[in-house]
């Protein structure tokens, strides 16, 4: 019987999170941690892991079936990710990316920009039209992206929402490593942005926080790939300051950066927040993480910029 499996990394936002959905740029790597989907026509209805795919509980496998699978045979669907869920560092995006990938490539049309494209479908359908590009686009890419709202050099490709338009680059990045936080708080991307979208609708000082983030995101950009630390330490507890002012923080949050401060240049949430992670850029790898972990955080240490989506027939 006809399969596919395909396989896709999380992600970590460096800089830009919330501020993108506003045409601002961001800064997302690719992840080591991976989710592994595999699909199967098979049985006389659609399952995911042996159950029926349940619209409320597999959002992302349902809207991807929706988009690409429409009238086709039912499909045993099976997941395995190591991407920790509504932690922030791109769960959603990696099984939506993943479904997506295995779907094209059971159809034999598998490309990036277009797992890309249909992969932000199925996300927009699944939170309900919040929300820009940039996790989708950093998954399937994989290694580094930045999110602009012009074209620059190393463009991949451009996607569009409603009168959003969001330029999706590729860009070198030095080996860097970081120390992630994991709050062990569930955050929930859908919400966080919809909080920030009301303050932003309310409040002319949200929409200049949302341009301070932007600012800080365009300073970063040169500051990572000429490897400065200290600038860019600076810049992450600016960035944390500013989505703490938006709302987003949590006291958990806020303390896994203060206790991992003590031994990095820098510390700031990444994602949507309201719980999920932090990150914090550390020539001491192991004291950061020990110092994470002491206050409750479960720490992680990782070398940024792995590969994008793959895929092949079964
Ligand atoms: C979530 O990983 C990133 C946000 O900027 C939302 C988005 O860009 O869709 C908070």
Redesign the pocket.
């Known amino acids: 019987m006809a399969g596919a499996r395909a396989s896709a990394p999380g992600k970590v ?1 460096l800089f830009g ?2 501020a ?2 506003y045409g601002e740029p ?1 800064v997302a790597v690719a992840l080591s941690l991976r989710t592994e989907v595999t699909v199967r026509e098979a049985g006389d209805q659609h399952r995911v892991n042996g159950q029926p795919l349940a619209p409320y509980h597999h959002a992302y496998i349902k809207d991807a079936i929706e988009n690409l699978w429409k009238g086709g045979p039912p499909l045993d669907v099976r997941t395995d990710s190591r991407v920790p869920s509504a932690s ?1 560092l ?1 769960s959603s995006a990696a099984l939506s990316v993943a479904t997506t990938a295995a779907l094209l490539q059971l159809q034999g049309q598998l490309g990036e920009e277009r797992c890309a494209r249909e992969a932000y479908a199925a996300e927009v359908s699944a939170q309900r039209g919040r ?2 590009p ?2 989708t686009s950093t998954v399937t890419h994989g290694h580094a992206v930045l999110v602009d709202k012009e074209k620059g050099p190393g463009f991949l490709w451009d996607i569009q929402r409603g009168e959003r338009r969001w330029y999706l680059h590729h860009i070198d990045i030095p080996p860097l490593t970081l120390v992630i936080g994991n709050s062990l708080q569930r955050g929930r ?1 859908m919400d ?2 919809a909080k920030v979208g009301r303050f932003v609708k309310k409040t002319g000082f949200a929409r200049e926080v949302i341009r301070d983030l932007g600012k800080i995101s365009r300073q970063a950009v040169e500051l990572i790939q000429d490897r400065e630390k200290l600038a860019l330490g600076v810049a992450m507890d600016e960035a944390h300051d500013l989505l703490t002012i938006l709302g987003v923080s949590t006291p958990k949050l806020d303390d896994l950066c203060n206790a991992a401060r003590q031994h990095a240049y820098g510390a700031k949430l990444t ?2 927040g309201g719980g999920g992670s932090m990150i914090a850029l550390t020539d001491e790898p192991e004291a950061c993480a020990a110092a994470i972990a002491k206050r409750g955080g479960h720490p992680l240490v990782v070398q940024l910029g792995g590969p994008g989506v793959s895929a092949s027939t079964l």
């Open positions: 936002i999170e919330h993108v959905v961001a922030g791109g929300g820009s940039t996790d991307t966080e942005v994602g949507s």
